[in-house]
Structure formats: structure tokens, C-alpha cells
């Protein structure tokens, strides 16, 4: 697993050296805003953390040694199960998911079709009690296209716009 965190470190330094450098700021436009704020910032930040953290993985592995090296091991030993019939159908699950919102945000617009995410993501993982179902099915949707109309006077797609 050492060799893995090492590799791992070293092949996504580039990449996100790359990505912030280069990919990011030659397809994105200056800020247009009355904030100015550019479209660069959010994907800037978060390759700037891919950097950083790749960079702490490398250099972990790269001083890491002996028995310290075998515990990096513990998450893939003997427990490990693979891809089995469970992974393969949670993936299939979200596949189908993934999909459905991109269809419904497309003919809805995003607030139904988020509504409709929400509620079939907290049913599957275990919630059942009204208040909170309802609650954010509702807000949560609405929040979002509020903060990305505020923060980057982006509108989310809706048939009534």
C-alpha cells in the first residue's frame, strides 16, 4: 500500500499542477459579476487542495517504514472484499439516480427535480421521519439555486424561467 500512496502522490502532482495552471484558467472567463468573482475560484481551490493533499499522501508513503508501512496495509488485507453484488448495485443504484435527476432537471428544472433526489436519498439511507424528509426535500433545493444565483449569478435550470 506504501507503493500505492507513493505512486498515487506522484502521478496526481502533475495532474493538478496542470489543472491549476493551465486547464483552469484558459477555460474560464474573467469575472463578470458585480462581485467579481471569477468562475476559476471554486475549481481553483479545490484542485489546489487535490495538490496539497496528494503532496502529504507522497510524501507520508515516501517516509514511511517498517512496521508503520504494513499498517498502511489494513484497509486492503484480509478484509478486503472487492466488487461484489452489493458495490455492483449500489453503483447501478446511483447510476440510475444520476440519471433520472439529469432527465428531471432538464424537463422540471432543478428544484423538483432535487426535491425528488433528496427524498429518494434519505429513504434509502434510513430516514423515515416526516419532519425531516419533508423539511429537506424542500429547503435543501431551494438553498442551493438560491447560494449559486448569490455567490455566482448562475440561474438554475426551471421551466417557469
Given at each position: 500500500m506504501r507503493n500505492t500512496h507513493l505512486f498515487t502522490g506522484i502521478l496526481l502532482i502533475p495532474v493538478c499542477i496542470?489543472?491549476?495552471?493551465?486547464?483552469?484558467?484558459?477555460?474560464?472567463?474573467?469575472?463578470?459579476?458585480?462581485?467579481?468573482?471569477?468562475?476559476?475560484?471554486?475549481?481553483?481551490?479545490a484542485v489546489a487542495a487535490g495538490l496539497l493533499l496528494s503532496a502529504l499522501m507522497a510524501f507520508k508513503a515516501w517516509r514511511t517504514r517498517g512496521r508503520a508501512a504494513a499498517e498502511l496495509d489494513d484497509e486492503f488485507g484480509e478484509e478486503a472484499t472487492g466488487i461484489n453484488a452489493t458495490v455492483?448495485?449500489?453503483?447501478?443504484?446511483?447510476?440510475?439516480?444520476?440519471?433520472?435527476?439529469?432527465?428531471?432537471?432538464?424537463?422540471?428544472?432543478?428544484?423538483?427535480?432535487?426535491?425528488?433526489?433528496?427524498?429518494?436519498?434519505?429513504?434509502y439511507i434510513g430516514v423515515r421521519r416526516p419532519t425531516p424528509l419533508i423539511g429537506t426535500a424542500i429547503v435543501m433545493p431551494i438553498v442551493l439555486s438560491q447560494a449559486a444565483w448569490y455567490f455566482f449569478t448562475t440561474e438554475m435550470p426551471g421551466i417557469w424561467r
Amino acid at each position: 500500500m506504501r507503493n500505492t500512496h507513493l505512486f498515487t502522490g506522484i502521478l496526481l502532482i502533475p495532474v493538478c499542477i496542470y489543472c491549476l495552471f493551465w486547464l483552469i484558467p484558459n477555460n474560464t472567463v474573467p469575472p463578470t459579476s458585480e462581485h467579481d468573482i471569477s468562475p476559476a475560484l471554486i475549481p481553483s481551490i479545490a484542485v489546489a487542495a487535490g495538490l496539497l493533499l496528494s503532496a502529504l499522501m507522497a510524501f507520508k508513503a515516501w517516509r514511511t517504514r517498517g512496521r508503520a508501512a504494513a499498517e498502511l496495509d489494513d484497509e486492503f488485507g484480509e478484509e478486503a472484499t472487492g466488487i461484489n453484488a452489493t458495490v455492483l448495485t449500489n453503483a447501478a443504484l446511483w447510476s440510475v439516480a444520476a440519471a433520472i435527476s439529469w432527465a428531471l432537471t432538464k424537463y422540471v428544472g432543478f428544484e423538483p427535480a432535487m426535491a425528488v433526489l433528496m427524498l429518494a436519498v434519505m429513504l434509502y439511507i434510513g430516514v423515515r421521519r416526516p419532519t425531516p424528509l419533508i423539511g429537506t426535500a424542500i429547503v435543501m433545493p431551494i438553498v442551493l439555486s438560491q447560494a449559486a444565483w448569490y455567490f455566482f449569478t448562475t440561474e438554475m435550470p426551471g421551466i417557469w424561467r
